[in-house]
């Protein structure tokens, strides 16, 4: 869906167009891409905010955490991905790579993101994801900027010096303000890789290596101090063996960091099922595409050796059977798959046969239509 709405939605054109106002100083292209930029912004982030007010699926999923902590590889995704749409643009042979770069830079997203904090009142999920719609917005225009002045497309307006030096500076000092944070994002989110990968290491060493099975586990990076909570299926620990766990944290650098052993068991047991419940949510939206897939799948699969031998009992002259599947378009939304069959015989068959062949076949195969060909040998 996501995807359907980054194809149609109308921010791209805007954007591109801004890039080359401002690279052909066309300040009223400027203007008027601005302003349908900001239309198509804020009616988008409008809908996003109506649908999660309204939707009972109020969970945040990866999808969506992952828009809220934009970095320095979304600046360079936004501006190598503006750059290979503006070129192509600008290419003799025509093409519409907008679709494609919407994609890649994922403009939608974001503004879906913002919608849902917004819907929610979480306001760290909002201006995460504006500030990752913003840089998007931000570099594809200055990619397409750098390409028109690299072209030397002709300018609408001559500019004197002072004001070429603060169009430029304008520009510098926009990209300045949006890479120093992206560059502390990128940063904190080494930091937060590192500090999982040791604690990993450190339940390994500590408890998988010594045969300790761990039924719950869960890592919270953003408490004071952090912590790492376990629990093991069957291995209880003393408090004496719980200090002498946590003293070895430094030893995995770890600090600022407590280990906490869970062997409560009925707080223990309600957070293992609301962990299993939300897996569970995973596992069924799965199940389901997976099921419609067969279901599909079925539709285009017939036991031909099966249908092949019970023909030639019951129509002695077929020699040889095939069925396969004809796909009709009623209407722009709606299709309907027909099975037609192709036999080859030792005589030319006659109709009323063919007609019972057909009948017999609309019934073996539980289908309202049925296409019967006698094939040349």
């Given at each position: 869906?996501?995807?359907?709405?980054?194809?149609?939605?109308?921010?791209?054109?805007?954007?591109?167009g801004?890039?080359?106002?401002?690279g052909?100083?066309?300040?009223?292209?400027?203007?008027?891409?601005?302003?349908?930029?900001?239309?198509a912004?804020?009616?988008?982030?409008?809908?996003?905010?109506?649908?999660?007010?309204?939707?009972?699926?109020?969970?945040?999923?990866?999808?969506?955490?992952?828009?809220?902590?934009?970095?320095?590889?979304?600046?360079l995704?936004?501006?190598?991905?503006?750059?290979?749409?503006?070129?192509?643009?600008?290419?003799?042979?025509?093409?519409?790579?907008?679709?494609g770069?919407?994609?890649?830079?994922?403009l939608?997203?974001?503004?879906?993101?913002?919608?849902?904090?917004?819907?929610?009142g979480?306001?760290?999920y909002?201006?995460?994801?504006?500030y990752?719609?913003?840089?998007n917005?931000?570099f594809?225009?200055?990619?397409?900027?750098v390409?028109?002045?690299?072209?030397?497309?002709?300018?609408t307006?001559?500019?004197d010096?002072?004001?070429?030096?603060?169009?430029?500076?304008?520009?510098?000092?926009?990209?300045?303000?949006?890479?120093v944070?992206?560059?502390?994002?990128a940063?904190?989110?080494?930091?937060?890789?590192s500090?999982?990968?040791?604690?990993?290491?450190?339940?390994?060493?500590?408890?998988?290596?010594?045969?300790?099975?761990?039924?719950?586990?869960?890592?919270?990076?953003?408490?004071?101090?952090?912590?790492i909570?376990?629990?093991?299926?069957?291995?209880?620990?003393?408090?004496?063996?719980?200090?002498?766990?946590?003293?070895?944290?430094?030893?995995?650098?770890?600090?600022?960091?407590?280990?906490?052993?869970?062997?409560?068991?009925?707080?223990?047991?309600?957070?293992?099922?609301?962990?299993?419940?939300?897996?569970?949510?995973?596992?069924?939206q799965?199940?389901?595409?997976?099921?419609?897939?067969?279901s599909?799948?079925?539709?285009?699969?017939?036991?031909?050796?099966?249908?092949?031998?019970?023909?030639?009992?019951l129509?002695?002259?077929?020699?040889?059977?095939?069925?396969?599947?004809?796909?009709?378009?009623?209407?722009p939304?709606?299709?309907?798959?027909?099975?037609?069959?192709?036999?080859?015989?030792k005589?030319?068959?006659?109709s009323?046969?063919?007609?019972?062949?057909?009948?017999?076949?609309?019934?073996?195969?539980?289908?309202?239509?049925?296409?019967?060909?006698?094939?040349?040998?």
């Amino acid at each position: 869906v996501i995807i359907g709405a980054m194809l149609i939605s109308p921010l791209m054109g805007p954007i591109v167009g801004a890039g080359f106002g401002l690279g052909m100083y066309d300040f009223e292209l400027l203007k008027k891409s601005m302003k349908n930029l900001l239309i198509a912004t804020v009616v988008s982030l409008t809908t996003s905010a109506i649908y999660f007010y309204i939707s009972p699926f109020k969970e945040a999923q990866s999808e969506l955490l992952a828009r809220t902590s934009p970095n320095i590889y979304d600046i360079l995704i936004a501006f190598f991905g503006g750059l290979v749409g503006v070129i192509a643009v600008t290419r003799v042979e025509k093409g519409n790579p907008i679709p494609g770069v919407a994609i890649a830079t994922a403009l939608m997203p974001p503004l879906c993101t913002a919608g849902y904090g917004l819907a929610l009142g979480n306001y760290a999920y909002f201006f995460g994801a504006l500030y990752l719609y913003t840089i998007n917005c931000v570099f594809i225009c200055i990619a397409t900027f750098v390409i028109v002045k690299f072209l030397n497309y002709p300018v609408t307006k001559q500019l004197d010096l002072q004001q070429q030096k603060r169009v430029k500076y304008g520009i510098t000092l926009l990209i300045s303000l949006l890479i120093v944070p992206s560059i502390y994002f990128a940063y904190q989110l080494y930091i937060q890789k590192s500090y999982t990968s040791r604690t990993e290491i450190f339940i390994q060493k500590e408890f998988l290596d010594k045969d300790y099975p761990i039924i719950y586990k869960k890592i919270k990076y953003n408490t004071t101090p952090r912590r790492i909570e376990l629990a093991f299926l069957a291995k209880k620990f003393n408090d004496g063996e719980i200090v002498d766990l946590n003293k070895k944290l430094s030893n995995y650098d770890l600090p600022n960091t407590q280990l906490i052993i869970r062997q409560d068991t009925v707080n223990l047991r309600k957070d293992i099922m609301n962990q299993i419940n939300s897996n569970q949510s995973v596992v069924d939206q799965k199940d389901i595409l997976i099921n419609n897939l067969r279901s599909q799948l079925e539709q285009y699969q017939f036991n031909t050796a099966q249908i092949n031998n019970e023909a030639k009992i019951l129509f002695p002259a077929i020699s040889s059977l095939k069925i396969g599947n004809y796909n009709i378009e009623e209407e722009p939304s709606k299709s309907k798959i027909i099975p037609v069959v192709l036999f080859q015989s030792k005589k030319k068959v006659d109709s009323e046969t063919k007609q019972k062949m057909k009948l017999w076949l609309k019934e073996r195969l539980a289908k309202d239509s049925v296409e019967v060909y006698q094939q040349n040998n």
